[in-house]
């Protein structure tokens, strides 16, 4: 199995679906499917790579272009807007709003009368500070200007500072000369700095005020791949949360704020995958309507809930799903979505094992030293302990899968005793996974079906002698001369 001596050498590819074992047909239609963006059903059992297909074809689609905001519709609150922003406008929003934040200047740079009267600069010793700082760390005098507000005025302005309150403002409006002719600017606090706007900056900040607010609910920068496996109706479909004041303008929270997308929404442009599909079981038709419609709309779920008066229409759900699920449960998958997935994609019955080949062991010390780095708590192994595993792997093809001169695929649970054979390494604090610690993981790393017929014969006698014991003892009880209905004793 080639010139190596322990895992750490055996080349892992960059590639995830290189990283699948002996499904290469899966991998095939994975990469058509990605490249086509058309749905999969995956078939077989657990453990045979169907996650980490479905993972890797993520890794072939390009990046989100786009980008779902839910707007405030002031006509309508109940009834939000959607907008969906490219890449470039996000750009273009990010540029305007650059433009209106104007030019910053240090407070020294300012004028004197507008640093004091923004708080930067004590108007008795000049001293430059915060304006958070009520009193100037320098002179130790209060950072107010004297105002004309009576004999008593003074008195007022130091009992304020003594508490924090300052007369100064946030902003302050001046006129500067422009050539020829005079336009208004406005100084304004930002930070230990001081932010100038000069009118066109302050016309495009209107412009920007009188857009109607809006909150993002799926970013343009996320990750293609959503995992909905058990999802619940609301992590699936996105909700409006509640709000105790109802959506009240002046104490709530507008319905806009409290919308929350859901999987079909937040796997837009990428892949939706949903392990053990049929356990969703009428929420399938939900999945049905989203891959017809690309789209999906948000409602509030809860009745009793002031979101259940929200709803957001035409929310984009464009996803490839990819579903799993096991042979026996392929009689619960909805009719109209088998049929919805055949014909815009395909249903692949997952292997079980693979011919026992030189090539294929090689694939095997590959899925070891990928379990092992995975894991990242145990140490590599060597190539006498990986070769324990990949026999034990032939061993389960033919006892398990009934494939002789095969290795198995269901490599999970091969995964839990390369994991048990490290976990003993490290327990012998030893730099590698050695022969020993493979073959005292093979006997006490036992699915509880093989231990029960080790210590029972078989299941029906180890059910027997439990039912035996459980009624002896219920006999026993009943029996006891001092034992009365109330539990208690003479």
Request: net charge negative; hydrophobic share 35%.
């Amino acid at each position: 199995m080639g010139d190596y001596s322990e895992t750490s050498q055996i080349p892992i590819p960059s590639n995830p679906l290189d990283r699948v074992i002996g499904q290469d047909e899966a991998v095939k239609m994975a990469q058509i499917a990605a490249k086509q963006r058309r749905h999969l059903l995956l078939v077989g059992p657990p453990g045979v790579g169907k996650s980490m297909i479905a993972q890797a074809i993520s890794f072939y689609l390009s990046r989100p272009k786009e980008e779902i905001r839910v707007v405030h519709n002031p006509q309508y609150p109940e009834r939000p807007f959607v907008e969906v922003k490219t890449g470039i406008q996000i750009k273009q929003e990010k540029d305007e709003m650059n433009m209106v934040e104007g030019e910053v200047i240090d407070p020294r740079d300012a004028p004197a009368s507008v640093a004091e009267r923004l708080g930067y600069r004590c108007p008795r010793c000049g001293f430059f500070s915060l304006p958070t700082d009520a009193v100037c760390p320098n002179c130790n005098n209060p950072k107010v200007q004297a105002q004309t507000q009576g004999p008593f005025g003074d008195v007022f302005n130091v009992i304020g500072a003594a508490f924090g309150v300052q007369n100064n403002t946030e902003k302050v409006t001046s006129t500067r000369r422009v050539g020829e002719r005079e336009e208004v600017i406005v100084y304004e606090r930002f930070g230990d700095r001081i932010r100038i706007l000069d009118e066109k900056t302050l016309e495009r900040r209107r412009k920007m005020e009188k857009k109607s607010p809006s909150k993002i609910i799926v970013p343009i920068d996320r990750n293609p791949f959503v995992l909905a496996t058990g999802a619940s109706e609301t992590e699936l479909l996105g909700d409006v949360r509640h709000d105790p004041y109802g959506g009240h303008p002046q104490l709530g929270t507008l319905p806009y704020e409290r919308v929350i997308p859901g999987s079909v929404h937040e796997s837009h442009e990428g892949v939706l995958f949903i392990d053990e599909i049929t356990h969703l079981g009428n929420l399938q038709r939900f999945i049905l309507t989203a891959m017809q419609e690309k789209s999906f709309p948000i409602t509030g779920r809860n009745p009793q809930s002031a979101g259940a008066s929200v709803r957001v229409d035409h929310v984009p759900a464009d996803f490839i799903l990819v579903a799993a699920c096991n042979i026996q449960d392929l009689q619960y998958i909805l009719s109209p979505l088998r049929s919805r997935i055949v014909g815009n994609g395909y249903e692949i019955l997952m292997e079980i094992a693979m011919p026992d080949t030189p090539v294929n062991r090689m694939k095997y010390l590959q899925f070891i030293a990928q379990e092992i780095i995975m894991d990242g708590k145990i140490p590599h192994m060597t190539l006498e302990a990986a070769s324990v595993i990949v026999e034990e792997g032939a061993r389960r093809a033919k006892q398990v899968d009934g494939k002789d001169h095969s290795l198995t695929l269901r490599l999970r649970e091969l995964g839990g005793l390369i994991r048990a054979a490290g976990d003993i390494a490290v327990s012998k604090e030893q730099p590698l996974v050695e022969k020993r610690d493979v073959v005292e993981a093979l006997r006490l790393y036992l699915p509880v079906e093989e231990k029960i017929k080790k210590y029972y014969g078989t299941m029906g006698s180890a059910v027997s002698s439990e039912s035996t014991i459980a009624q002896r003892g219920e006999e026993y009880l009943m029996n006891f001369h001092n034992y009365r209905e109330d539990r208690s004793y003479d």
